[in-house]
């Protein structure tokens, strides 16, 4: 590889670290930013429910407000009051608090998962969260969150092999109420809501196409890295025929979805979801999502949904929840590409992740063996698959540093001043030679993908989440084995141990590759930057990424220590010098030496002849 191509793979590595971290803005406008954008959210949203027009409520802002004074007296007045005894229901997964006021699920624990710091996993819970029908009713604006709903029991345990119910009614007069009718079976983490109308065609505002449904909801941190766990976290959906889209990762946002019917909407978490799924189809809705400067928030959430209106006696709108994690398998199972809201990267990356790397690690998982061994394993098998392009690469170099005396002496002859002459006399040099210049540097470029693949697998995968291995405490977060009590540029307040054996790794395996390339000067040092650059920003990754990089390392030093054991600089040199005595005829001549030829001649003959241009 020679200088201009490793300073133009260089460049390009540089280019993609600066477009994923290098380029973010600084905490101080980050924080501006997001106290701005909440401010502006929070003026949409409480924009009073009463300004809009009493018949037509799909023109309702995000999160509408309604004050409950405006409802004293009137459509369901008898739902005014009632008991703040929340109805349980619960199974061997989750258990679901249902609140009277609103017929709303209240609260959603995770039996079988805890937070970081070792608290009662709930998804969400609180004042700040709401479940609702906003409609038009005898000139008022309803809005069923505020109201009182009769249960049909309450509490439920499901055991494991069976399912029930519970109706949450509310009641407007006789033989005219909407009922809430929630299901659950003995295991798994879905809960299915039927909302049932009785008598309601006349209720209903006529002018009235559809009713809107508000969910709302603040999701707290649940992991150790907020910061993270908000670069993780949005609102999904599913619209018509499209691809499953989302809100930004990283700014508030309020987006209307007119494009088609949706099928379902996610407030995502980095390894939890909250999923609403209709059967039916939604009509139309907006989603919002925003960014909180509160402590322990990792983002507030808001969706209006459209439900169309059926001027029946009896209507019924089936849907299904899903509150668990957000681990590829259990949601493939819920069907309609829900999976797809885990970031396994961009094409080809996802493909190598979702049906290479993925079933790999499901298969060596199935050995019960700790997440350390089995990415240490993982890892093996990966180097051993990529061992022949290993092998080409530092053969190829080993050729390069070979005829690295020669070309120094072409250089000398020729000089620096016209570069375009001397890359033609190395083309010559390594046509006679037999070499291909790039042959170091396409299985170098082949591997990218497969590293670049594990930059996304690793960080969003569920299973290492909370497992342990020497230090590491969780191999989904980083590892904060030096804690400064400050921040730092790039660093954070902390220092992640494995990255540091990463970094020293790399800067190892630089070593060692700069004396196999035989690089120098420019070339040599700017290999020692990288690992530098990428210590900053994988200092706050998951530890499990970096262990995977340091064993990546470490395993590449030792397969080229190895190769380099068989293989004799002596008849490397003994070859390039036999492929110099063949006839120019006998020369299989590469399509990039072919080219290169042409470019360079090109060249040659644009520029205006000087006496400098070559020494005597």
């Not at 649940?222 to 959906?237: C, H, I, N, V």
Request: a positive charge.
């Amino acid at each position: 590889m020679d200088r201009n191509t490793f300073t133009g793979l260089f460049l390009i590595l540089i280019i993609l670290v600066g477009s994923t971290y290098l380029m973010q803005p600084s905490d101080e406008d980050i924080k501006r930013e997001k106290a701005k954008q909440t401010q502006d959210s929070l003026a949409r949203i409480k924009k009073p429910v009463e300004a809009l027009p009493a018949q037509d409520t799909s023109k309702t802002a995000v999160i509408p407000a309604i004050d409950s004074t405006l409802i004293k007296a009137g459509p369901f007045g008898s739902a005014q009051s009632g008991s703040s005894e929340p109805v349980v229901i619960e199974n061997e997964s989750i258990k679901v608090k249902i609140s009277r006021r609103g017929g709303r699920i209240a609260s959603v624990e995770l039996k079988n998962f805890k937070t970081y710091s070792k608290e009662p996993l709930v998804m969400f819970e609180g004042e700040g969260n709401k479940f609702g029908l906003i409609f038009g009713a005898a000139g008022q604006n309803i809005n069923t969150n505020e109201l009182y709903f009769t249960p049909s029991a309450n509490s439920l345990s499901v055991s494991k092999a069976d399912s029930s119910s519970v109706t949450m009614r509310l009641t407007h007069s006789e033989g005219k109420y909407i009922d809430y009718i929630y299901s659950l079976k003995g295991e798994g983490y879905n809960v299915g809501l039927t909302i049932a109308t009785k008598g309601m065609q006349d209720v209903i505002a006529p002018t009235q196409k559809s009713i809107t449904l508000n969910w709302e909801t603040v999701l707290k941190q649940k992991e150790k890295d907020l910061p993270g766990e908000q670069r993780y976290s949005s609102a999904y959906f599913k619209q018509g025929d499209e691809s499953i889209d989302h809100l930004s990762l990283t700014e508030s946002e309020n987006k209307e979805l007119n494009e088609g019917k949706i099928k379902w909407f996610s407030f995502k978490q980095h390894f939890f979801s909250n999923v609403l799924i209709a059967k039916n189809s939604f009509d139309k809705g907006e989603l919002a999502v925003t960014t909180s400067p509160d402590a322990g928030v990792v983002k507030s959430f808001a969706a209006n949904m459209q439900i169309p209106v059926q001027r029946q006696d009896q209507t019924a709108f089936p849907m299904d929840f899903y509150f668990g994690p957000n681990q590829l398998n259990i949601l493939e199972k819920q069907g309609f590409e829900i999976e797809k809201q885990i970031d396994l990267g961009y094409p080809p990356l996802k493909y190598i992740n979702r049906w290479v790397v993925l079933p790999v690690f499901n298969f060596l998982e199935g050995f019960g063996w700790g997440y350390g061994l089995i990415i240490l394993v993982l890892t093996v098998l990966l180097k051993m698959v990529l061992l022949p392009l290993t092998y080409k690469s530092y053969l190829s170099m080993a050729k390069m540093r070979i005829l690295k005396p020669e070309m120094d002496e072409i250089k000398g002859k020729v000089g620096e001043d016209n570069p375009t002459l001397l890359q033609q006399e190395y083309l010559k040099l390594y046509k006679k030679a037999g070499v291909n210049p790039l042959g170091g540097c396409l299985p170098m470029l082949l591997q990218l993908p497969i590293i670049m693949a594990f930059f996304f697998f690793f960080p969003n995968l569920f299973e290492l989440r909370g497992r342990s291995f020497l230090w590491m405490d969780d191999l989904s977060t980083f590892d904060a084995f030096f804690q400064l009590g400050f921040n730092l540029p790039f660093l954070g307040n902390h220092i992640s141990l494995m990255c540091i054996l990463m970094t020293i790794s790399t800067l190892i395996y630089t070593y060692f590759n700069n004396q196999v390339s035989g690089a120098t000067g420019q070339m040599k040092y700017i290999g020692y930057i990288t690992p530098i650059i990428f210590f900053g920003v994988l200092n706050s990754y998951p530890s499990g990424l970096n262990y995977y990089y340091f064993l990546a390392n470490m395993m590449t030093f030792a397969q080229q220590y190895i190769i380099r054991m068989f293989v004799n600089d002596d008849k490397i040199h003994a070859q390039i010098q036999e492929n110099k005595k063949k006839p120019e005829s006998a020369k299989k001549k590469s399509g990039f030496q072919q080219r290169m030829e042409d470019y360079m001649r090109q060249q040659q003959q644009t520029q205006i002849p000087k006496g400098s241009g070559k020494k005597k």
